[in-house]
């Protein structure tokens, strides 16, 4: 039986697949099946997967479309192995990728999940330098975050793995949770971050493992177009709010949201009036008032004309809260190591 499982849910990409695959396959690390979910391509996805020669591939067809999500759960209830690397069709492995991963979950066995930075391409596969608009955040990002920093950290910077492909899971924790939400398209993979991060620790494996490919038919850019990223992610910050609540004051935790993520809901929203797509604004309008004071969304949006004034400085912002965090940590171990002392001096009944 392999060490790992790499998932690989595919629909319609045949374009990118082959190197996808390839990049997995050339790894030094090579105890492992590669297990290629097929949801129904209509392309020639199905010949590509079934075309390695490489005893290592499995290949299997949804019997009807899934969605991206059930088909990850699909793959995760076949895996046999502990360790589950999500993988994605139009990304590239980097050499000694999968080995990082596996020698990290070794290493931090209370790391449920584990993600690591990359490096961002373009179509083409060239390298744009888009990765290092996060470098504030990984220095700040421990290799072992503890739930409530790791709230903190969602809180502030968003889907901190920022696509499915930097994701190793244990199996265990995925059944655990209950596995990836289903019915929803674009969030999931996000909300699953935050309630898997509730109750286990997160890893970060600071090296770049991938190179994470964008391009016009990725989901998360349809979802931006389609306004449907706004509405599911509303439970998300319900949830993050809820884990931070009695360390981040309210406003803060508005403050951050308001100028990060809101502003980019409202920009979403005008780009859909501009391009003539009415339908598509009121929807992410409507959307964006399950967030909260859309009017006062919108008009932060239109006075920093879409955060070139104003701006949060979230690696500030982080700092400062960080701290409160780690005061809360040393409150509670005070208060437990009291409750222990007091319960040792009590006289036996």
Known sequence: ???????????NGANYLAQAMQSVLAQDFSDFELHVLDDCSEDESARVAQSSGDPRVRYS????????????????EEAKTSLVRIWAHDDIMLPGGLRAFVDFAQRYPSAGMVYSDFYAINAAGERTGDDLAHVGQRVRTP???????????????????????????????????GGF???????????????????????????????????????????????????????????????????VPEAELRRVRQVERGRQYVQW??????????AGACRGWKA??????????????????????????????????????????????????????????????
Request: charged letters at 20%.
């Open 181 to 247: 939400l289903t019915g929803i398209q674009q969030a999931p993979d996000y909300e699953m971050w935050v309630r898997m991060s509730e109750h286990h620790n997160v890893g970060f494996i600071r090296e770049k493992t991938v190179e994470l490919r964008s391009h016009p038919l990725q989901l998360g850019q349809q979802g931006h177009r389609q306004m449907t990223s706004i509405e599911e992610e509303v439970q998300v910050v319900r949830m993050l709010k809820q884990r931070l609540a009695d360390i």
């Open 288 to 349: 964006l008032a399950h967030h909260g004071q859309p009017w006062s969304q919108a008009l932060f949006w239109l006075l920093s004309i879409n955060g070139r004034f104003f701006m949060l400085d979230r690696n500030t912002w982080f700092d400062r809260h960080l701290a409160l965090v780690n005061n809360s940590h040393a409150v509670v171990d005070r208060v437990l190591a009291q409750r222990e002392m007091e319960k040792r001096r009590s006289p036996l009944v």
């Open 269 to 278: 929203i005008a780009r859909a009036a501009l391009r003539g797509d009415f």
């Open 1 to 11: 039986m392999p060490q790992v499982t790499v998932l690989l849910p595919v629909y």
């Open 143 to 177: 290799e072992i975050a503890s739930p409530q920093v790791s709230a903190l950290l969602f809180c502030c910077y968003g889907c901190l793995p920022g696509n499915i492909s930097t994701v190793m899971l244990r199996k265990e924790i995925w059944a655990k949770v």
């Open 61 to 76: 067809r949804n019997p009807e479309r899934y969605g991206l999500f059930k088909t990850l759960n699909r793959g995760f």
